[in-house]
């Protein structure tokens, strides 16, 4: 099996689940026993220093909104850029933490880019696997600017990068239109 493992996956139309509608996920962690991931384009209505509060958290300063990570509740994570609060390196540049004492240090005092998260995505064995073969995902190698994207369309770009290696793969093509989809 090939791990996916700092990999993005892209909604594709032909996934049924409305949780995951054009939703871009950066796989976490994937192995033999089922994988791990973040919904990197799914802002709650909560702002972090709200949640960082109700959690007995102390200063924060970070302004943004919390990530829904997935449907599968779990603790506060963070996805960074500081190696030495990482608990695992997801692709270069870019880090996971849950540690209580790993989050305080990045909300509080952030010197890296950091986007934290309430719940996660989560697959057993063989079902990412099996949704793969059934075209309900796109998958793309992930990059920092990515993770960390602030733009307005997350799905959209990554879907566009896909389409574009694809067309070019297809065959001998000089120039191929950012949208070819309007052609």
């Not at 939703?23 to 384009?41: K, P, W, Y």
């Not at 933490?97 to 934290?116: F, G, H, N, Y």
């Not at 733009?151 to 389409?163: E, R, T």
Request: glycine letters at 12%; aromatic letters at 6%.
């Amino acid at each position: 099996m090939h791990s996916l493992s700092g990999k993005l996956l892209a909604a594709s139309p032909r996934l049924g689940d409305p949780n995951f509608a054009r939703a871009v996920i950066l796989i976490v962690q994937h192995g033999d026993e089922g994988a791990l991931g973040i919904v990197l384009n799914c802002p709650s209505e909560h702002r972090i220093e709200e949640v960082w509060r109700r959690v007995g958290g102390g200063h924060c300063a970070l302004d943004q909104s919390l990530g829904i990570g997935g449907p599968v509740e779990g603790p506060l994570v963070a996805v960074h850029g500081d190696a030495g609060l990482s608990e695992r390196e997801i692709l270069p540049g870019v880090y996971f933490a849950s540690q209580r004492s790993a989050l305080e240090r990045l909300i509080e005092s952030p010197t890296v880019p950091v986007r934290l998260f309430s719940g996660y995505s989560g697959w057993g064995e063989g079902q990412l696997e099996s949704e793969l073969q059934e075209g309900a995902w796109l998958t793309a190698p992930a990059s920092a600017e990515q993770v960390f994207f602030e733009g307005d369309d997350l799905w959209k770009d990554v879907v566009s990068n896909i389409s574009g290696e694809i067309i070019h793969a297809r065959g001998d093509i000089r120039h191929v239109p950012p949208q070819p989809w309007h052609n």
